[in-house]
């Protein structure tokens, strides 16, 4: 019996320390570029993927989104291991990187692809990025606009979008408006 019994419990501690514990959201927050550099460097955070959401239209690309005639908006797709970090936290980092206040806009990007978006992936990340839209609000002295949804279909970015700090750092755009954000990013 004692055998039995260890060989169960082996099998459970296996089989818990084996379990892959992932949750997914998706932000936007302007140009995917500048949330794809911040979030890559999160402890917690094993993968960050720039693409599509919440357009009315059966698929996208960059040259349509960024006409503003889907509706899709510049997103990342985060998936997170939430032992290592907590969805609020990822929201903390959200509301700190980009300006939740402005209508389809962020600096000089300008249009509905460009504005502030949570979709969650469920009922429970709906309910606690309402309440914490609710609690950043006391951050800034403009109302907040960002919409919090359930997730749509994701469409990837082309591959040139990925990773595009890391492989093009010395790009001006890169220089002038990411490396900033990143920089303030590390000191906070």
């Known amino acids: 019996m004692k055998?039995?019994?260890f060989l169960i419990i082996a099998v459970v501690v296996f089989a818990k320390e084996s379990l892959v514990v992932e949750e997914k959201i998706t932000l936007g927050g302007g140009c995917f570029w500048c949330l794809e550099a911040i979030y890559q460097e999160v402890e917690g955070v094993k993968s960050v993927v720039s693409g599509y959401m919440g357009g009315d239209k059966k698929s996208a690309n960059y040259p349509a989104v960024?006409?503003?005639l889907t509706k899709h908006a510049e997103v990342v797709q985060i998936i997170f291991d939430p032992d290592?970090?907590?969805?609020?936290?990822?929201?903390?980092?959200?509301?700190?990187i980009h300006d939740p206040t402005t209508l389809d806009r962020q600096g000089a990007d300008i249009g509905p692809q460009y504005r502030s978006i949570i979709f969650t992936s469920t009922n429970e990340q709906l309910q606690k990025a309402s309440e914490s839209l609710l609690e950043a609000q006391d951050r800034f002295s403009l109302p907040i606009?960002?919409?919090?949804?359930p997730q749509m279909e994701f469409f990837e970015a082309e591959e040139y979008h990925q990773n595009y700090f890391k492989n093009n750092p010395n790009n001006a755009y890169c220089q002038a408006v990411i490396a900033p954000k990143v920089?303030?990013?590390k000191e906070l």
Do not use: A, C, R
């Open 66 to 68: 960024s006409t503003g």
């Open 3 to 5: 055998k039995f019994l």
């Open 183 to 185: 920089k303030k990013f």
């Open 84 to 96: 290592k970090i907590d969805l609020l936290e990822i929201l903390n980092i959200f509301w700190n």
């Open 145 to 149: 606009v960002t919409q919090v949804v």
